[in-house]
């Protein structure tokens, strides 16, 4: 007597492993997903904002993320030519106030800038030199907290309100002026 072994036929576990191992093939080859998460594509924000512009794109002479008043979108400008292809909308949802990185709660005026030969006024503007330096100021989201950038920081201080962060500033400069 014949067993089935013997007939040369497969059994439901090898025929379950050899689809397995096909299906498994298959999605190392053709997908796209990938296992390294540090790949994975990273979210815009303020928090990030610096690393973010940094790890994306090369420039010369100056890279800035610049949000226009219509809409609070934002674009890419880099050695003040304004990258179209990254436009980020509604970055904010309220007006965001720009202050002067000091004490005296003194409003930033930005440049207006021409996207498609149209002038825009911008709400805000932050700006990386070819020395790495950043522009300076506390924002104010006024939803969603305060923000300190400066030069020193890789991100931003972030505070509940406006008058923290000043107190913090006063602090600082205080601590300053005493080790002196």
Same mark, same amino acid.
Do not use: W
């Given at each position: ?66 949000? /226009?008043?219509? =809409? ?5 400008? &880099?050695? %003040?030519?304004? $990258?179209? #292809?990254?436009?980020?909308? +509604? ?36 700006? /990386?030199?070819? =020395? ?5 100021? &506390?924002? %104010?989201?006024? $939803?969603? #907290?305060?923000?300190?950038? +400066? ?30």
């Amino acid at each position: 007597m014949k067993s089935i072994r013997e007939k040369g036929s497969f059994t439901l576990i090898e025929l379950i492993i050899v689809v397995l191992i096909i299906f498994t093939t298959y999605f190392l080859m053709f997908s796209n997903s990938s296992f390294d998460m540090s790949k994975q594509k990273e979210k815009i924000g303020l928090e990030n904002l610096k690393s973010f512009l940094l790890n994306n794109y090369e420039f010369q002479k100056e890279l800035s993320f610049v949000c /226009i008043e219509d =809409d609070f979108t934002c674009f890419v400008k &880099i050695d %003040d030519i304004i $990258n179209e #292809g990254m436009k980020i909308e +509604n970055f904010f949802s309220e007006m965001p106030e720009v202050y002067e990185y000091n004490k005296n709660e003194i409003r930033v005026e930005f440049d207006e800038v021409k996207i498609n030969d149209i002038n825009h006024d911008v709400v805000f503007e932050f700006k /990386i030199n070819n =020395d790495y330096k950043t522009n300076e100021f &506390i924002l %104010d989201t006024q $939803n969603f #907290g305060v923000y300190v950038f +400066n030069s020193i920081y890789n991100k931003p201080k972030k505070y509940d309100d406006l008058q923290m962060a000043l107190e913090k500033f006063y602090l600082d400069e205080v601590e300053v002026r005493d080790a002196f």
